[in-house]
T-cell receptor, first 114, second 113 residues
Framework: GAGVSQSPSNKVTEKGKDVELRCDPI?????LYWYRQSLGQGLEFLIY????????KSGLPSDRFSAERTGGSVSTLTIQRTQQEDSAVYLC????????????FGSGTRLTVV | AQSVTQLDSQVPVFEEAPVELRCNYS??????LFWYVQYPNQGLQLLLK??????LVKGINGFEAEFNKSQTSFHLRKPSVHISDTTEYFC???????????FGAGTRLTVKP
């Protein structure tokens, strides 16, 4: 596609439920990244993919968070048993390769846990 | 891991005045440096980047930044700001050959008439 697409744009969920956030990167971009932006905060690195592999998962806040990427394209970020502190904007970005080009970001998914 | 510090959380400035948004980075290896802008309810947009070569980098919307290795800084500047420049700006650093870009906490630029 022309840009990075994220869905849903907004998600309200009840505490304890599972949620899936989707990211569709720019076609041909091999690298994909997930960040979390809490209110008034900078961007917290969560995970990145090179192809379908995730060399660095150390940014995931807890074992309730997981992510996968299939076919070198779409990625899903899953949060299990959501907590109120998970409320944030989840941003996805993609880049052509090894992080030296600057990223193209999606508009984000605003997650609210009530 | 590499990190960045944006020294000012908020910068107020009058329209048509010059502005500098400060960014310092920390890394034991060579880095790439970036400035991004975020408009409300949107993702981040790349303003400019330093990869190598000239230390003065020019970006979109009249912004420029200068890489200073000795001071480990990458400050963003604009000689004359507009009301439309009011928004959040993020500095970011990535180790060369590495894929995890780290962002600062952001600087809110407010341009007043």
């Amino acid at each position: 596609g022309a840009g990075v697409s994220q869905s849903p744009s907004n998600k309200v969920t009840e505490k304890g439920k599972d949620v899936e956030l989707r990211c569709d990167p720019i076609s041909g971009h091999t690298a994909l990244y997930w960040y979390r932006q809490s209110l008034g905060q900078g961007l917290e690195f969560l995970i990145y993919f090179q192809g379908n592999s995730a060399p660095d998962k150390s940014g995931l806040p807890s074992d309730r968070f997981s992510a996968e990427r299939t076919g070198g394209s779409v990625s899903t970020l899953t949060i299990q048993r959501t907590q109120q502190e998970d409320s944030a904007v989840y941003l996805c970005a993609s880049s052509p390769g090894q992080g030296d080009y600057g990223y193209t970001f999606g508009s984000g998914t605003r997650l609210t846990v009530v | 891991a590499q990190s960045v510090t944006q020294l000012d959380s908020q910068v107020p400035v009058f329209e048509e005045a010059p502005v500098e948004l400060r960014c310092n980075y920390s890394s034991s290896v060579s880095v790439y440096l970036f400035w991004y802008v975020q408009y409300p309810n949107q993702g981040l947009q790349l303003l400019l980047k330093y990869l190598s070569g000239s230390t003065l980098v020019k970006g979109i919307n009249g912004f420029e930044a200068e890489f200073n290795k000795s001071q480990t800084s990458f400050h963003l500047r604009k000689p004359s700001v507009h009301i439309s420049d009011t928004t959040e700006y993020f500095c970011a650093v990535s180790k060369r050959g590495n894929n995890d870009m780290r962002f600062g906490a952001g600087t809110r630029l407010t341009v007043k008439p």
